[in-house]
């Protein structure tokens, strides 16, 4: 696992987790932004009414209504991004990784306004009848490159397990195991069973639940953040402040957090930014192209509402309750991954300043430290002479060695920092977490006490079903595509038994092989829209003549 792990982090590191992917990405956000005149500002509140079918007209084509289309293509982003990927950001890179969060979420509105509009635009009909669209449309129809037509469905189709299976349904059955013991097998399998039911049906069946999911999901969600946030009141101004503050400073040591630098919050911010609300990647135009609309730009309005929805008040909601509750820097027990967990040659303590220098250069990449090789001793689960354990970018504490529930005795062997013999042993102790566990942790420190937990723990569950349930859509009108209508019902069965597979899998490759997926989706995307810019402007110049035409009373934005 560690190996593939490895090579997985290292095509990450070249593709999605690279500053030239994160530089990519912005820079269109950005180029957008300016060249439509900031859409995401000027045009919110029309947004809103064409959500509510002002713009429709009778005898509109589509499978849904812009209501569905939303909460469908929200369903798909509103889900472990929100939830663990906040944690996760914040863990990487401290408080200034949310300021990024954020900024990609204003610039991927405009993002995602105009990868629905071109989509939206050039979608066809599958010969079952039902609506089929996309990038990949517009790269065939308009672009007329079949090949970067195809590398993108196939990418969508390997997104929809590293994106919308694998970490949502890995979320869920972490977190329902650490709040109820409930086996991770066992969540997988109902889940699993649960999901197939719904696929199947298509997306009027997917547009049904989600429709539904949505709304019910993010009030609970709002309610139990509001809870913790209010509770620890005296912490909200210095959270905001450590917010806005560290962007250009980098994030100072507090507790066994041991910093995070301006580059890495910066990368880290925007990468799980964009696994949040997806601006970019794609994915929520093939939910969208299947809206009933006669103009393609209207159908991008009501996207444009997604990123801000999801992330700008979704993720700072998150964000908030984790810096305000202080989880973030605490160390708590915990099983240790193995993805996580390496062993340093020599011994550093947290509690002296210049170790603690010494290891923030080292997790920063600055510096190397040499990393234990050979064997350990263990004696009644206790390490003898243990050198410093680093899991969860933390000094360890407290670490017992176990198998079966029992005390440990025996060697356990060690190459370049990593553990060579499992013998199903287990390594607990204490030291930071991440991810959905400490969202988990941090929905406890609020008046609802230890019941805060469940708030998470259905909100995750809700959160990430729905995405896995929207995410299969995506990859269906990709195998359609490629394979036309046949190929349909093999990917769904594919999906489904992935998805129970991931329930039980690691966490920190799953999240790694998402990173990659996205990369995969997005670049394609964005050389797609950015080629289209010129068309892109003058639909949205046809889009408010006839909007003026219809509602002459109303005021229209200019430019």
Same mark, same amino acid.
């Given at each position: ?29 950005? !180029? %957008?932004?300016?060249?439509?005149? !900031? ?5 919110? =509140? ?9 713009? @429709?007209?009778?005898? @509109? ?22 939830? $663990? ?16 969060? /954020? ?24 010969? @079952? ?37 694998? &970490?949502?349904?890995?979320? +869920? ?20 069973? /649960? ?24 009030? #609970? ?5 509001? $809870? ?15 917010? #806005? ?11 066994? *957090? ?5 580059? *890495?919050? %910066? ?25 009933? $609309?006669?103009? &393609? ?58 170790? =603690? ?5 080292? /997790? $920063? ?77 941090? %929905? ?55 998805? *129970? !597979? ?38 949205? =110049? ?13 005021? +229209?934005?200019?430019?």
């Amino acid at each position: 696992m560690n190996k593939v792990n490895d090579i997985l982090s290292l095509i990450d590191g070249h593709i999605g987790g690279s500053q030239w992917f994160v530089f990519l990405l912005l820079g269109t956000g950005i !180029f %957008f932004t300016i060249y439509l005149k !900031f859409p995401q500002f000027r045009y919110l =509140k029309h947004s809103v009414r064409i959500v509510r079918g002002k713009f @429709d007209k009778e005898g @509109d084509k589509g499978d849904t209504s812009h209501f569905q289309a939303l909460t469908t293509a929200l369903s798909g982003t509103v889900g472990t991004g929100n939830i $663990a990927g906040v944690a996760l950001a914040i863990h990487l890179g401290g408080p200034a990784a949310l300021f990024w969060m /954020l900024v990609t979420a204003a610039v991927g509105m405009t993002t995602k306004f105009v990868e629905v509009t071109l989509s939206h635009k050039y979608r066809e009909t599958a010969s @079952d009848g039902s609506i089929a669209g996309g990038p990949m449309y517009y790269m065939k129809n308009r672009l007329n490159m079949k090949w970067l037509a195809g590398i993108f469905a196939v990418a969508t189709v390997l997104s929809s397990f590293g994106t919308g299976s694998l &970490p949502q349904i890995n979320s +869920i059955s972490n977190s329902l195991f650490q709040t109820f013991g409930i086996n991770h097998i066992l969540t997988g399998a109902v889940l699993a069973i /649960l999901l197939g039911l719904v696929i199947i049906g298509g997306i009027k069946r997917i547009a049904k639940v989600t429709s539904t999911l949505v709304p019910l999901m993010a009030a #609970i969600y709002f309610i139990g953040a509001m $809870a913790v946030i209010l509770y620890n009141y005296e912490n909200i101004i210095p959270s905001i402040m450590a917010i #806005i503050g560290q962007v250009f400073t980098g994030s100072a040591a507090v507790g066994g *957090f041991l910093g995070g630098s301006i580059a *890495f919050a %910066f990368n880290r911010g925007v990468n799980r930014g964009l696994f949040s609300n997806e601006a970019g990647q794609g994915s929520a135009p093939i939910a969208h192209a299947a809206a009933r $609309a006669h103009e &393609p730009v209207s159908e991008g309005l009501v996207a444009l509402l997604e990123p801000f929805i999801d992330t700008i008040i979704i993720c700072s909601l998150t964000g908030l309750v984790l810096l305000s509750s202080g989880v973030w820097t605490e160390k708590m027990e915990n099983q240790f991954q193995e993805a996580d967990l390496f062993v340093l040659t020599d011994t550093y303590s947290d509690k002296n300043e210049a170790d =603690k220098e010494t290891l923030y250069n080292y /997790l $920063a990449g600055e510096t190397q430290l040499s990393q234990y090789t050979g064997d350990l001793m263990v004696v009644d689960g206790i390490i003898q002479d243990q050198p410093t354990v680093i899991h969860a970018r933390s000094v360890a504490e407290e670490v017992k060695v176990w198998v079966n529930k029992q005390a440990y005795n025996g060697e356990l062997v060690f190459s370049n920092g990593k553990l060579v013999n499992t013998n199903s042993v287990t390594l607990t102790g204490k030291s930071l977490m991440h991810s959905a566990p400490l969202t988990t942790i941090a %929905f406890t420190r609020s008046w609802f006490g230890e019941y805060g937990k469940y708030i998470v723990s259905i909100g995750l569950l809700m959160f990430a079903f729905s995405t896995a349930i929207s995410w299969s859509y995506y990859g269906d009108r990709a195998i359609t595509y490629l394979f036309g209508v046949k190929g349909v019902v093999w990917f769904r069965l594919v999906y489904v038994v992935a998805f *129970f !597979f991931a329930s039980f899998a690691d966490t920190t490759i799953v999240w790694t092989l998402s990173g990659i997926t996205i990369a995969l989706m997005t670049i394609p995307n964005l050389f797609g829209i950015l080629s289209l810019s010129k068309e892109m402007k003058n639909e949205v =110049k046809l889009f408010w003549e006839e909007y003026a035409r219809r509602f002459p009373g109303e005021k +229209i934005p200019k430019g």
